[in-house]
Each structure stands twice: as C-alpha cells, then as structure tokens.
C-alpha cells in the first residue's frame, strides 16, 4: 500500500492458453483393416494423447491409448489395434482425442464419429460399357444410430493405367435406412474385361474433419456405342447444300454433344 505494507503472496496457478482442442481431425477406415486417425496441433508444450471410443450405449467412453501417444509433428497417427470387423462391424464408433500437456492438463476433447454405413452395388448384373455413358447405382445402408449427411461417394476405375475418378451428389442416410446413389462413368476404351472400382465415402461432418471409408468391387464389361445415321439432300457443286443427323443414345444417362462449324 502507500504506506509500503505488502500482503501475503497468492496462490500461484498454472494457465497453458495454447491447449486448444485437437485440429484436422480424420479419421480413415479401409475395408477389413483398422480405422487410423490422424490429427495436428500447433500448441506449446504437448506432452502427450488420449485417445476413447464409446458408443451411444456405453456408460462411459474406453481409454484406448493405455500408454501415453506421443505428440508427433506435423501429424499425429494412431491406428484402432482394438477394432475388430467381427464384433466392430455394424457398429456405430465416436472417437474423442485429447492433448495433455507436460504439466497433465488436458485439453477439451475433440471427436469425430466413425458411421456404420455399408456399401454395395445396387445392380451387380448390369455391366460397364465401353463407348457409352453408364450410370452405375450403388446401396448405402446405415446400420448407425445417427444420421450420416453431407457424404459423396467417389468411384476411381482404371483406363489403361489412368486413374479416372468419378463423384455423386452429396447425400444423406437417415439410421435404419439406405439411400440409392448414381454415379455417372465414362466407358473408357482402356477398360479391362473385369473393370476394378475403387470406391471412398467422404463424409465432412465438421469444418476441418474427415471421414473416409474405402471398399473395392468389380463389374464386367462389355461394349457399346452411340450410333449416328446422316440424312443428306442433293448437293450441287459450288453451292450451299443441308445435311441432318440423328444420333441414338443406347445408354441411361443423358449425353451432350458439342458442335463446331
């Protein structure tokens, strides 16, 4: 005070303002293998990770990392060892991802759901055709009891070495339900006989999040064409003559054709 008295020192405390939540927080899960996660933080002084899963119908979240995950820069990776396709399945899984620092605070919890959605072709009978726009139609089933919205399938198939992806609309699966999704692919000459589809669920359920889950299947191909049949007049040299034609599309999907004079 004025008169130069000083009171008993405080009690001291301990404050890290750079022990954010979790950042870019993914989550990747292949057919019969282990779902990886992956996150970043830029925070000061991060010791370590705790990673949980839970379901709706568990009491409290597991702790999955009974050893402590090191902070690893610019990315930390930890793969679900404890996932199993037998019992894991059909199950619907929340992660949450926690940053303790050297002094064992922990952060707020981030999360990021892994969606029970099983996928498979609508038709397994109709094949690819050469030549042609096909519009092959897949099932999505969401076994989850959560409903999985803002998802694009993406489907990649091979053109004699060249990767050519294809996506769907965004879409939506309600739990208990499926949803019929198109996607339109090209008939590429460089088709096998046995076309191999690589096929991703995208599922952005939050800004600076992702969810990937990625299957194969295959379709036999066959070939086809648009056929053209041209109509003329009388043509007389040295002057103006009209043509027409008429194309026939073999295939389902609505095709452009561009002009040039």
Request: charged fraction near 20%; avoid cysteine; aromatic fraction near 6%.
């Amino acid at each position: 005070d004025a008169a130069g008295n000083e009171s008993l020192p405080s009690a001291t405390g301990y404050l890290n303002v750079g022990l954010l939540p979790v950042r870019d927080l993914r989550i990747e899960f292949s057919e019969g293998e282990q779902p990886i996660l992956s996150w970043r933080h830029d925070g000061q002084g991060i010791s370590h990770y705790q990673v949980f899963r839970e379901t709706d119908t568990m009491a409290e979240p597991v702790l999955l990392t009974t050893e402590p995950l090191n902070h690893a820069y610019p990315e930390t990776e930890f793969v679900d060892t404890r996932y199993s396709a037998q019992s894991s399945g059909n199950t619907q899984w929340r992660y949450s991802i926690v940053a303790v620092d050297n002094f064992g605070v922990e952060s707020i919890a981030n999360q990021i759901v892994l969606p029970a959605l099983n996928l498979i072709l609508d038709n397994t009978d109709a094949p690819l055709k050469r030549g042609v726009m096909n519009e092959v139609v897949f099932r999505v089933d969401n076994v989850g009891s959560e409903t999985a919205q803002g998802i694009r399938l993406y489907v990649t198939v091979q053109d004699d070495g060249v990767e050519r992806v294809h996506q769907s609309e965004p879409f939506s699966v309600a739990p208990g339900a499926f949803a019929r999704v198109p996607v339109v692919v090209g008939g590429y000459d460089g088709l096998d006989g046995i076309a191999d589809l690589e096929l991703q669920l995208v599922q952005i359920p939050q800004p600076r999040s992702e969810v990937r889950l990625r299957s194969e299947t295959a379709l036999s191909v066959s070939d086809d064409l648009l056929s053209v049949e041209l109509q003329t007049e009388d043509f007389t040299r040295g002057a103006l003559g009209t043509a027409q034609f008429s194309l026939k599309n073999t295939s389902d999907v609505e095709t452009e054709i561009m002009m040039a004079e």
